[in-house]
């Protein structure tokens, strides 16, 4: 059984039904987000080719081995032990995970930062839009997918667009930044790469994101990619 947030029952249902608001929080002043163009980024790497020659002993009659496959690994987003994710979201399709302030935020799989930002600059109570999420990082996985986490406290040192990271490694810590509602948790969107739109609702999330985390959260390798494939051919990026 997952070890519940110690939050109040009624602060997490509030935070449920009415989506992120919240006061924002300081954060270290940095220029606006710029987002990296995903043809540049996106194609996973593929191993070189062995140059050993043939085993002696190996038949000739052999068929030729298939090419081989990549294996993408999938990590739980927050490294916490007490943590907590809802089935659903407010208005749209994402997941709010909840753990304590503080906690380490990490890459989903390996691949290359988008965007970051490093300044809370949402006003309670203004209109949606792409101040929402506070400090952010987005994320291209090797896998062709967009991951994005918002509300964070901070960022790590060194993550910026254009830097290429590791599945598992830190990009920043649990915090309560933007429409956060004043709860510390990770707002966390699955969405294809579709800046050419000016894409921030796309961004937020336009998959159900809980039964990969579920998957993740285990061990498992569940991968969004078809689902964020057939959302981009029939919505042409736009949400």
């Given at each position: 059984?997952?070890?519940?947030?110690?939050?109040?029952?009624?602060?997490?249902?509030?935070?449920?039904?009415?989506?992120?608001?919240?006061?924002?929080?300081?954060?270290p002043?940095?220029?606006?987000?710029?987002?990296?163009?995903?043809?540049?980024?996106?194609?996973?790497p593929?191993?070189?080719?062995?140059?050993?020659?043939?085993?002696?002993?190996?038949?000739?009659?052999?068929?030729?081995?298939?090419?081989?496959?990549?294996?993408?690994?999938?990590?739980?987003?927050?490294?916490?032990?007490?943590?907590?994710?809802?089935t659903?979201?407010?208005?749209?399709?994402?997941?709010?995970?909840?753990?304590?302030?503080?906690?380490?935020?990490?890459?989903?799989?390996?691949?290359?930062?988008l965007?970051?930002?490093?300044?809370?600059?949402?006003?309670?109570?203004?209109?949606?839009?792409?101040?929402n999420?506070?400090?952010?990082?987005?994320?291209?996985?090797?896998?062709?997918?967009?991951?994005?986490?918002?509300?964070?406290?901070?960022?790590?040192?060194?993550?910026?667009k254009?830097?290429?990271?590791?599945?598992?490694?830190?990009?920043?810590?649990?915090?309560?930044?933007?429409?956060?509602?004043?709860?510390?948790?990770?707002?966390?969107?699955?969405?294809?790469?579709?800046?050419?739109?000016?894409?921030?609702?796309?961004?937020?999330?336009?998959?159900?994101?809980?039964?990969?985390?579920?998957?993740?959260?285990?061990?498992?390798?569940?991968?969004?990619?078809?689902?964020?494939?057939?959302?981009?051919?029939?919505?042409?990026?736009?949400?």
């Amino acid at each position: 059984m997952r070890l519940l947030r110690t939050l109040s029952g009624l602060t997490v249902l509030a935070v449920c039904l009415t989506g992120c608001g919240g006061n924002p929080a300081d954060g270290p002043v940095a220029a606006t987000p710029q987002f990296v163009e995903p043809s540049v980024t996106s194609e996973a790497p593929v191993p070189a080719p062995s140059s050993a020659a043939p085993s002696p002993s190996a038949s000739p009659s052999r068929s030729p081995s298939a090419t081989p496959q990549i294996t993408t690994a999938y990590v739980f987003p927050v490294k916490a032990s007490n943590v907590d994710w809802h089935t659903t979201h407010s208005k749209y399709k994402a997941t709010d995970i909840f753990a304590d302030c503080g906690a380490t935020v990490v890459a989903t799989t390996s691949g290359v930062v988008l965007e970051v930002s490093l300044k809370d600059v949402y006003v309670k109570g203004a209109p949606d839009g792409p101040n929402n999420g506070g400090l952010s990082v987005s994320l291209l996985g090797d896998d062709g997918v967009r991951y994005y986490g918002s509300h964070l406290s901070r960022v790590q040192n060194g993550i910026k667009k254009g830097v290429r990271v590791a599945a598992g490694q830190q990009l920043g810590k649990v915090g309560r930044t933007g429409n956060a509602n004043n709860v510390c948790h990770l707002h966390y969107g699955i969405s294809p790469p579709c800046a050419q739109v000016g894409d921030w609702k796309v961004r937020r999330g336009v998959v159900w994101p809980y039964s990969y985390l579920a998957s993740w959260r285990k061990g498992g390798k569940k991968s969004p990619v078809a689902e964020v494939a057939a959302w981009k051919r029939s919505h042409n990026c736009r949400a």
